[in-house]
């Protein structure tokens, strides 16, 4: 088992940046699949980003290719989201999520065995 824990979701105005941070703890963060999602009141989850376990490897979702980037720190067993060109339509709860797997990963948040409580990034315009 693994336990995710999100931060630095914070206010910020649109046109600014943002970084989210995800720590695993419990075992070694390694063998895990990472995605990051994000949920606004009212819709479904939503794909974000994925990494793979060795880093090498990143998928985004349309609506933040471009702005959005992913990376991990598997020795301090840390997941990123560096967030730029923010619009108010990225407001949402982000969630961290992981499943530890030898083969690739998926955007589809079933994928996932293991999820954090989610951090609230509020973008205003």
């Not at 060109?85 to 065995?113: I, M, Q, R």
């Amino acid at each position: 088992q693994v336990q995710l824990v999100e931060s630095g979701g914070v206010l910020v105005q649109a046109g600014g940046s943002l970084r989210l941070s995800c720590a695993a703890s419990v075992r070694p963060f390694s063998s895990d699949f990472v995605g990051w999602f994000r949920q606004a009141p009212g819709t479904a989850r939503e794909f974000v980003a994925s990494i793979s376990r060795g880093g090498d490897g990143t998928t985004y979702g349309d609506s933040v290719k471009g702005r959005f980037a992913i990376s991990r720190d598997n020795a301090k067993n840390m997941v990123y989201l560096q967030m730029n060109s923010l619009k108010p339509e990225d407001t949402a709860v982000y969630y961290c999520a992981a499943k530890p797997t030898v083969f690739g990963g998926s955007s589809s948040a079933t994928f996932y065995d293991y999820w954090g409580q989610g951090t609230q990034v509020t973008v205003s315009s």
